[in-house]
């Protein structure tokens, strides 16, 4: 069943899509009936800039001109554009070979090379769930401040929640041609500023070098990572981390990161569901 909700959205769209669209984008499918622009339709369908597309009990294809695929599973809902996708509810697996990216819980998942393939879900309120099955991906804020990176074969959770715009990360510290690294779930984070006691980074931060840290701050978004490291973390503090809080990124305003464990699985469960019909998705 179609909620209220996204059927009102849907109509929205409907109004905007006449209003400027004129390009087809590409085509839409179905394994039965599914809401584009918030009209029931049984088999396929033309998209344009910003056709809004809903899933109930079954899947979607959307094929865009480029060479772009996205597989919209059960029970969700989202966006088409020509060079983004908007998840609102759900899960998708898009592949691609051109800059195409997805947009979800107030993140953005960009592909970084070519016939890249990878699986998001919208898992709650400000909350996704990452899982690369092909190529490398970054994860980006509103901001577009690079909070994380998945790896072929990788999945993370990403959660948005109100914050300060501080920062907090916990990882292993090393140290190599005088920078310092932070490296947990969502990759490495070049990490400067001034560590707890306010001492100078060179002096304060060998004491922590291959410990576990905590450490407090913020993105850089002007400075040039070094060492292939994701982001530069302006740092306010930093102290030795409890052994239990290994592996947790929370991010600028509020981004919390945790390694995911069965990402693939799940997601890749849910939409094969979908498709053969032996069950609801998880």
Partial sequence: MFSRIYLAAGLLAACSTVAVASTAI?????????????????????????????????????????????????????????DHM????????????EAFRLEASGFQVVPMENNAKVLVAVTGLGKM??????????????????????????????????????????GLLTKSGGHYFLTDASGMHEIVGKDADNELANKGFDKYVGKEVDVEGVID???????????????????????????????????AILLGTGAAAFLGWGIYEAVSGTGASR
């Fill in 86 to 97: 908007i998840l609102k509810q759900g899960k998708t697996e898009v592949t691609t070979s």
């Fill in 26 to 82: 590409g085509t839409a499918s179905a394994h039965g009936s599914m809401l584009v622009d918030g009209y029931a339709i049984t088999g396929n369908a033309t998209l344009f800039d910003g056709t809004a597309v809903q899933t109930a009990n079954n899947i979607a294809t959307l094929r865009l001109n480029k060479g772009t695929e996205v597989r919209l599973g059960s029970d969700s809902f989202g966006m088409l554009y020509h």
């Fill in 221 to 255: 978004a002007d400075a040039q990572p070094v060492g292939g490291a994701v982001n530069v973390v302006d740092m306010s503090s930093m102290s030795q981390a409890a052994p239990s809080a290994k592996g947790h990124f929370s991010g600028e305003n509020g981004v």
């Fill in 129 to 170: 769930q990452v899982s690369s099955v092909a190529g490398a991906f970054k994860v980006m804020n509103a901001r577009g401040n690079v909070v994380g990176k998945v790896g072929a074969g990788k999945e993370l959770s990403f959660s948005m929640a109100a914050g300060t715009g501080l920062m907090n990360l916990t």
